[in-house]
Structure formats: structure tokens, C-alpha cells
């Protein structure tokens, strides 16, 4: 189907087009990283600098492992023929987030950290992702972010000629309201890592369900690897699941 969508934006260099993506996405990792240490300089770290890098190191590494293979297995014939170029070139936040966690806390288990460590990562990471989404809508359906065919008012020809859900638009309003959610609660007294535990919690859930309105691949019981990657993340939480479930309630029931 012939499309009149400016999607995707591309500029040229030496002759070649590239991707917006690639520069939104280096942008996104400078003022993450930039964002992290200026809140860092604020407050109190229980965790000394040499053993911060250390999990730092532990996030980066597991992101690395856990953003290829979520990737891959969202598209499972991909496995057959694996190949180093196709490796390289898969990922995806949600494995990044997925597998960082973990490679933190195994860096943790090894240089005997018992404190949490995330809540001060939660700005940064949203400030990261906001601005790698703008890199994943400018590429249309070239990235594979977007969503089904809808007849709704959303709907966007994102460069096929076809209006569908512009799933990383839906996002970045999504992640400008946990901005401005978790900006709120800056002052209120949480246990310590609760706000990475919630922060997890709520974006995963919101990657759970829009996954329902994209062009997904079953890896396994009629669920992409996206699908399973939150319910692991909601397995792994569910005991503040439970606590957080029980305190909203005790508070409905008091103001009730």
C-alpha cells in the first residue's frame, strides 16, 4: 500500500541515509548518565563508590546478555539460524531491564552487598527511556515497535500506508506520567528500594499489556518473550506485590 508518511526520518551522511534512532539512543545513555549523578550528588550513598561501580558494571553487563536474547526469542524461528550479525544486532529495553537486574544482583551475592541499590536509578532510567523512544517513533515501521492495524482515532500511518497504534507514542505519555509519579513521592518515606521495585513493576506492566496491540510473535503458550519477561519480573516481586496490594487497601478501607 502506497504511504504519504514522512516516517521514517532519516538524514544523510556521505551519500548514505541513517536512522535518527542511533543518535536519540547515544543522547538517551549522556543525559541518563548525566541525570544519575547529578541526583546522586544529593543525597547520601550507603554504597561506597568503588562497589556502586561495581554493580554498575554488574547492570551493563547483564543488560547487554539479557537485551539480545528477549530480543531474539521475539521472533523464535530466529533461533534455528542464529548468527553473530543477528545477536548484535536484537535488543530490547525490557531484556536490558530484565537482565540488569539480575546481573546486579549477582555482582551484589559476589562483593557481599546487602543494601538496595535502585531507587536512585529510577529518574535516570526514565529520563533514558523517554528519549530513546522519540529515536524508536521517528523510525516508523522500520523498528519493530509499532503496533496493529486500528480503525481508532490514534491511529498513524507509520511509513506502510496502514493506521496503526503508535505504540512508542503511547510510551513516552506513559513514561512522562511515572515522571512525574515518582517526582511526587520524592519526599515520602518508602523502605529502602521500593521505588525500584515499583518503578519495575509498573512499566513492565504497562510493556505486558501493549504488547497485546502489537504484531507480537508466541514464544511460548500463545505469549511473546516480552509477555514472559514481565510475569518473571512480577514472580520475582511478589512478596512486595503482596505487601504494597495490602497497604493500598488498609488505606482504601481507613479513608473509605
Known sequence: MKSNSPFPFQFELFGNLYHYHYLFETLAFIIGVRVYYYLKKGISDP????????????????????????????????????????????????????????????????????????????????????????????MGIDEPTYGIPTSSLFGMDLGDGIERHPIMLYEMFYLVVLLIFFRSIKNKKLINGDRFKLFMILYFLFRFLVEFIKPYQPLFLNLSSIHWSALLIFAYYYQFIIRISKSIFIRSQHYG
Not at 529495553?93 to 538496595?116: D, H, P, R, T, Y
Request: hydrophobic share 55%; proline share 2%.
Open 47 to 138: 554504597i561506597s563508590d568503588e562497589n556502586r561501580l561495581w554493580i554498575m558494571l554488574g547492570a551493563m553487563l547483564g543488560a547487554l546478555i539479557g537485551s539480545r536474547v528477549v530480543a531474539v526469542l521475539e521472533t523464535p524461528e530466529v533461533v534455528a539460524h542464529l548468527s553473530f550479525s543477528v545477536l548484535y544486532q536484537s535488543k530490547t529495553i525490557v531484556g536490558g531491564l530484565l537482565g540488569g537486574l539480575f546481573g546486579v544482583e549477582i555482582i551484589k551475592k559476589i562483593i557481599s552487598v546487602n543494601i538496595a541499590s535502585g531507587d536512585i536509578y529510577v529518574i535516570p532510567i526514565l529520563t533514558a527511556l523517554f528519549i530513546g523512544r522519540i529515536g524508536c517513533f521517528s
